[in-house]
Antibody, heavy 115, light 108 residues
Framework: QVQLVQSGSELKKPGASVKVSCKAS????????INWVRQAPGQGLEWMGW????????TYAQGFTGRFVFSLDTSVSTAYLEISSLKAEDTAVYYC????????WGQGTLVTVSS | EIVLTQSPGTLSLSPGERATLSCRAS???????FAWYQQKPGQAPRLLIY???SRATGIPDRFSGSGSGTDFTLTISRLEPEDFAVYYC?????????FGQGTKVEIK
């Protein structure tokens, strides 16, 4: 069955970087886009952008340019989200999700930024 | 950017009742590229409806979606205990693919 498994929770200090992984299984990885969605504590869902798993071309929503980078390693069917220069307001659960109307989601990765 | 406004913010109902959730878009949504998701505490969202009215795989037929253009509705015909959750709408017809702010369906 289709599954997206994300890396575990992270605790980082302000200014550090973090890389979240999203490993896909149960389907052909390059056949479906991967979206990234942020959910701050107690808040709603915020679409961050997506990456074309065929071409590797990322598209970022406004507010997620510069410090946020989507990447792939198709050899291991894995997508990555890297956030640099972390700020306290980056504290959130980050989800990867397959396809435009996202029919499969990772379990979420909690990134906590605190000194 | 298309802004999605969900109403009501909270819906208090009893099991067995009908739930009607609304989502209004600030601009027309292209070709009904519209979805509804359910999210329970501590869980990832789950796709319920795509294409405005098509049920995702495994979704019970008590969930139905309707609408086009700027007005969309999710209806739960008879609430089951497991349906009490937060529901989000999303448009994916234009970038950015925005979500509504959510409607919480709580037990009355």
């Amino acid at each position: 069955q289709v599954q997206l498994v994300q890396s575990g929770s992270e605790l980082k200090k302000p200014g550090a970087s973090v890389k979240v992984s999203c490993k896909a299984s149960g389907y052909i990885f390059t056949s479906s886009a991967i979206n990234w969605v942020r959910q701050a504590p107690g808040q709603g869902l915020e679409w961050m952008g997506w990456i074309n798993t065929n071409t590797g071309n990322p598209t970022y929503a406004q507010g997620f340019t510069g410090r946020f980078v989507f990447s792939l390693d198709t050899s291991v069917s894995t997508a990555y989200l890297e956030i640099s220069s972390l700020k306290a307001e980056d504290t959130a659960v980050y989800y990867c999700a397959r396809r435009t109307a996202s029919d499969s989601w990772g379990q979420g990765t909690l990134v906590t930024v605190s000194s | 950017e298309i802004v999605l406004t969900q109403s009501p913010g909270t819906l208090s109902l009893s099991p067995g009742e009908r739930a009607t959730l609304s989502c209004r878009a600030s601009q027309s949504v292209s070709s009904s590229y519209f979805a509804w998701y359910q999210q329970k505490p501590g869980q990832a969202p789950r796709l319920l409806i795509y294409g405005a009215s098509s049920r995702a795989t495994g979704i019970p037929d008590r969930f139905s979606g309707s609408g086009s253009g700027t007005d969309f509705t999710l209806t739960i015909s008879r609430l089951e205990p497991e349906d009490f959750a937060v529901y989000y709408c999303q448009q994916y017809g234009s970038s950015p693919r925005t979500f509504g702010q959510g409607t919480k369906v709580e037990i009355k």
